[in-house]
């Protein structure tokens, strides 16, 4: 019996989950950059299929509660990253940090059929006092510790917290995973500090030190390889989550630096002719980043199980717009927008599916349901807001689906929720009531508000988003127009 059970989980697939942090949609060669230089992704792009409409949350930590969960926000109760909210309590449902160990994480039924898992760089879904997030809903926002302050490690490493850590959830192993959005944070300097917790030391508690001039991206695909070797007769699950490229940004050297300081203008993107130092050393991060998934596809050639392993690479949010540009979204990072919402997304599987570009929407939340129907998991119970997208990958679709995001805090765009379907996108402003309707394949810009002009088109949206809000009891907060207790007043 337990034989059998071996050679089954021998056959299913490897998969390798990459996730960049901050990295726009057009940050990449294969998406129309001629500024960036991704040779590796760009190749690997004419080999996979390429999603044109993959949006996330538009910022890190609703993207990672959903990538893991498969959940929506209002179910996490992660709308935002907790310090980043702003405004009075009747405006937000402020966020919490830690996901609740009631919503499942994909690396457990993944587990439970037989894949040895890890998971590597930024982790961000325990927050730093996870016992102060009991009393749920919060009256004020969550708090963090300073930069440099390593008062909490001792207690992240035991029981009660170390639940909601990588190895509390299905992984059998973490490599600097912790409640960090950045790599600075060992730093009392922080963002001003040389090193940003990208050059060695890294000041992670939660892996090995390296040496002076290693660079946290390589020692993390360092890590991700030897995983690699050592169960590569085994299925293998890599959750390859690099901190990169996600503010403070360093140059890589000063040489790679220097180059992107000398860039010319790319008319495609806008991306600049007049760099600013900030962005050159963003472009050099990104250039590293994608020679480190050059090795890993080295990695897998070597060790003879390309065909049989699945890749996925894709962004947790839009590009910061002190990092990066682009002339052809409007916003970034924070926005409900597309430069906030949209990101680089592929799968690659040399094995199965063929090289295609896809228009149809996908979400952050498909990927849960995705990664069960590669691993072959049958009985999963526990409910999912996403669609697997085997259909597309495969060349078929999903039909038109409605989509959803519900932020019900403030950061950079006034609480919201926000619908897709087809190329139609609509926006409704909790507290104002005000609607926006874009077109997105005739006003990929986002430039022209249609909610008049196509007010029939409008109302049936919002009609259908009231719906949505109805059915599965979405919470607002206090201010809210549509807030049957404001109408009470
Ligand atoms: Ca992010």
């Known amino acids: 019996m337990l034989s059998v059970c071996a050679v089954e989980a021998r056959d299913k697939p490897n998969i390798i989950f990459i996730l960049a942090d901050d990295l726009g949609y057009q940050d990449v060669g294969f998406n129309g950059s001629r500024w960036f230089e991704t040779p590796h992704l760009d190749a690997l792009a004419k080999e996979s299929v390429v999603f044109d409409n993959a949006s996330m949350y538009p910022t890190c930590s609703p993207s990672r509660a959903a990538l893991f969960t498969g959940r929506h926000s209002f179910r996490t109760q992660v709308y935002t990253v907790p310090v980043l909210e702003k405004g009075k309590a009747a ?45 749920y809903p919060f009256k004020k926002k969550l708090g963090t510790p300073g930069s440099g302050d390593m008062s909490w490690v001792e207690r ?3 029981e009660y917290v170390e639940r909601f850590y990588p190895e509390g959830r299905g992984f059998h192993k973490n490599v600097g995973g912790t409640f960090w959005g950045d790599p600075a944070r060992g730093y009392k300097a922080g963002y001003k500090s040389e090193s940003g917790g990208y050059k060695a030391p890294f000041k992670n508690p939660f892996m090995q030190e390296g040496e002076e001039g290693d660079w946290l991206t390589d020692a ?62 963003y472009g050099t991060m990104v250039e590293n980043l994608d020679m480190n998934i050059g090795r890993i596809l080295d990695a897998l050639d070597v060790l003879g199980v390309r065909e049989n392993t699945i890749i996925v690479f894709t962004s947790d ?22 430069g906030g919402l949209r990101v680089p997304a592929l799968v690659h599987w040399s094995g199965r599916y063929k090289g295609a570009r896809v228009d149809e929407n996908i979400t952050v939340l498909d990927y849960f349901p995705t990664l069960l129907e590669w691993a072959g998991v049958e009985d999963y119970k526990s409910m999912l807001d996403g669609e697997s997208i085997v259909p597309l990958l495969e060349g078929g679709s999903l039909g038109e689906r409605a989509l959803f995001w ?32 874009y077109h997105l394949v005739d006003d990929p810009l986002e430039e022209r508000n249609l909610a008049k002009s196509h007010a029939d088109r409008a109302k049936l949206m919002l009609d259908e988003m009231e719906s949505w809000r109805e059915k599965h009891s979405v919470p607002l907060p206090e201010s809210s127009i549509s807030n049957p207790k404001k109408d009470d007043e």
């Not at 760089?121 to 997030?133: A, D, M, N, S």
């Not at 695909?221 to 940004?249: G, Q, V």
């Not at 949010?317 to 597309?338: A, D, P, V, W």
Request: contains cysteine; aromatic residues 12%.
């Open 91 to 135: 405006d937000n449902l402020y966020s919490r940090w830690t996901v609740e160990e009631k919503h499942p994480f994909y690396s457990q039924p993944l587990r439970s059929v037989g894949y040895q898992l890890i998971h590597l760089g930024k982790w961000h879904v325990v927050g730093p006092y996870p016992e102060r997030e009991l009393d």
């Open 220 to 281: 993390l695909t360092d890590e991700a390889i030897r995983f690699m070797k050592e169960n590569k007769k085994k299925p293998f699950f890599i959750n390859l989550h690099y901190y990169s490229p996600h503010r403070p940004s360093v140059a890589t050297s000063s040489d790679a630096l220097e180059k992107y300081q000398k860039k010319v203008l790319d008319v495609g993107t806008g991306q600049s002719a007049q760099v600013t130092k900030e962005m050159a050393a």
């Open 156 to 158: 992240h490493k035991r």
């Open 406 to 437: 519900h932020i019900a805090s403030n950061y950079k765009t006034p609480a919201n929720t926000v619908m897709k379907k087809g190329a139609w996108k609509l926006i409704q402003f909790l507290k104002t009531g005000e609607v926006e309707l």
């Open 317 to 338: 949010n839009g590009y910061n717009g002190i990092q990066s540009f682009t002339q052809c979204l409007r916003g970034s990072k924070g926005q409900i927008y597309e």
